[in-house]
């Protein structure tokens, strides 16, 4: 869906730069867990870089896949980790399915499983107003959102550990009734950097 142009695009007076069309969509981030821990460990014990490597493109093609399987779009691959988006009219229910689904997607991989570099991930969710930073870098007209929302989103997966979906308050609001009864006690709050005080939610996969 193109993003929408609003009249907040104004040529700054300061810089030759307008803000981008502005959008609101759900953002998701997922992380490779372990994954500087894992590389030190191959340049220590002198592992050819292929290993770790592998790894993390293991992590990356399947996660990009899911994202993709549940409608969703990939934005950018940030080394261990991949930024994508839901258009708004997704179900929030689907979303989230995504997203705890992403921790069965790398189990019986032979090379990784039940050892103490297997491969697990874990996700963050937010949904809000968002601008669209892609100021012709990519030949793609995929957005590349930028905003409060992204930044907050960011921040949240920073809080997230192994097999965690950690999803903000403006995520929760947009789930029907059935799933805010379901995960009304999973909520936390904590002042979160360049953020402050956010409420959000953390669900355990298992």
């Known amino acids: 869906m193109p993003i929408q142009k609003s009249a907040i695009q104004t040529i700054s007076s300061s810089a030759d730069i307008s803000l981008g069309g502005e959008d609101t969509l759900f953002v998701i981030f997922v992380d490779l867990c372990k994954s500087t821990d894992f590389k030190v460990y191959c340049q220590t014990n002198e592992i050819p870089d292929r290993q770790w490597i592998e790894r993390q493109l293991i992590f990356l093609n399947r996660v990009i896949t899911n994202i993709e399987r549940y409608k969703g779009t990939v934005v950018k691959t940030i080394g261990d980790e991949v930024m994508g988006y839901f258009d708004r009219n997704i179900i929030p229910e689907n979303?989230?399915?995504?997203?705890?689904?992403?921790?069965?997607?790398?189990?019986?991989?032979?090379?990784?499983?039940?050892?103490?570099?297997?491969?697990?991930?874990?996700?963050?969710?937010?949904?809000?107003?968002?601008?669209?930073?892609?100021?012709?870098?990519?030949?793609?007209?995929?957005?590349?959102?930028?905003?409060?929302?992204?930044?907050?989103?960011?921040?949240?997966?920073?809080?997230?550990?192994?097999?965690?979906?950690?999803?903000?308050?403006?995520?929760?609001?947009?789930?029907?009734?059935?799933?805010q009864k379901k995960y009304a006690k999973l909520k936390e709050k904590k002042e979160l950097k360049g953020v402050g005080d956010s409420e959000y939610y953390r669900l355990l996969v298992k």
């Open 95 to 179: 979303i989230l399915k995504c997203s705890t689904d992403m921790h069965s997607l790398f189990r019986k991989i032979e090379r990784y499983d039940n050892r103490k570099w297997k491969i697990e991930s874990k996700v963050s969710l937010d949904y809000g107003k968002i601008y669209d930073s892609n100021f012709g870098l990519s030949r793609s007209r995929t957005i590349d959102p930028i905003g409060t929302v992204v930044d907050r989103c960011a921040r949240l997966n920073h809080e997230g550990k192994e097999n965690e979906v950690v999803f903000s308050s403006a995520f929760f609001s947009v789930m029907n009734t059935a799933s």
